[in-house]
């Protein structure tokens, strides 16, 4: 299992082309000020290119933008090349671009560039992980988001990737908050196959999170391995939520498509036919 990426965030963007079918001339689309946009990001007026930044039709110039970033965009995702990103105009456009080939060639200096605070986040958590540089987590700290309440979120979700791609259970300790710590345990011994991590498991307050249990770090590792009798280490549990056995007997029934392990399970009759659906 790769380390769960840091994935809590996602970016959406939609870019404007103009395109041209084959046998076509190309035939500029008159506007009210006979402003037209072509696709080398300028606007012709009268047969002359003209800047975006100097059309007044306010329509005209957005279009000149919008295929203006568009042909910076490419360039510097085929080229690497960050300069290119700077260039470019609306600035949502623009972070994403910097996101895009700051991951894309490790340079985290570049991620300083975005103003996203939760790209910037983004950025640095994922290059933190292509390179195993656990420094990069501590740069969220360092972002202002502005009063948004994410960067716990963000920062355990880095020491968890790292601690994963390096089974290095030690970076886990570097977070303060013990259900972090315990979930990023949970998620290295789920990538080593090692049960024994789960007993080191800190302690949490199970009133303020009733679902966890050590017994979710032993269905981890059974489903990665596919080792089933690491669930029959699974005792009775106060959670009201989930019957942490027979959902281990699940996940690795459906894991290994076999069907003799969902007959494990003993209290949920739902639980036993998902896994027998799921081990088909």
């Given at each position: 299992m790769k380390g769960p990426i840091l994935a809590v965030i996602c970016i959406f963007l939609l870019f404007g082309c103009a395109t041209q079918q084959p046998g076509q001339t190309n035939q500029p689309n008159t506007t009210s000020n006979s402003l037209v946009e072509n696709k080398t990001g300028l606007t012709v007026e009268n047969g002359t290119s003209i800047p975006c930044e100097k059309i007044t039709n306010r329509t005209a110039q957005e279009h000149c933008?919008?295929?203006?970033?568009?042909?910076?965009?490419?360039?510097?995702?085929?080229?690497?090349?960050?300069?290119?990103?700077?260039?470019?105009?609306?600035?949502?456009?623009?972070?994403?671009?910097?996101?895009?080939?700051?991951?894309?060639?490790?340079?985290?200096?570049?991620?300083?560039?975005?103003?996203?605070?939760?790209?910037?986040?983004?950025c640095y958590g994922n290059i933190s992980v292509n390179t195993k540089d656990v420094s990069l987590c501590e740069k969220i700290k360092s972002i202002n988001f502005g009063g948004l309440r994410a960067e716990s979120e963000l920062l355990s979700g880095c020491y968890v990737s790292i601690a994963a791609a390096t089974k290095n259970i030690s970076v886990c300790d570097m977070d303060n908050d013990n259900y972090s710590i315990a979930s990023c345990y949970a998620e290295v011994a789920a990538e080593m196959h090692d049960v024994s991590i789960c007993d080191r498991l800190p302690a949490v307050d199970r009133k303020k999170y009733p679902g966890f249990s050590k017994w979710s770090c032993y269905d981890k590792v059974a489903k990665n391995s596919g080792d089933a009798s690491i669930c029959d280490r699974i005792e009775s549990d106060d959670s009201p939520l989930i019957d942490w056995k027979d959902q281990c007997f699940m996940h690795v029934g459906i894991a290994k498509k076999d069907a003799s392990i969902c007959n494990k399970i003993q209290n949920s009759e739902m639980l036993k036919e998902v896994c027998n659906q799921g081990a088909q």
């Open positions: 933008f919008e295929a203006q970033d568009q042909k910076y965009y490419d360039n510097a995702t085929a080229n690497n090349d960050i300069s290119q990103c700077g260039l470019i105009h609306f600035q949502p456009t623009k972070d994403y671009c910097y996101v895009f080939v700051s991951i894309a060639t490790n340079d985290s200096d570049s991620c300083s560039k975005i103003q996203n605070p939760l790209n910037v986040a983004y």
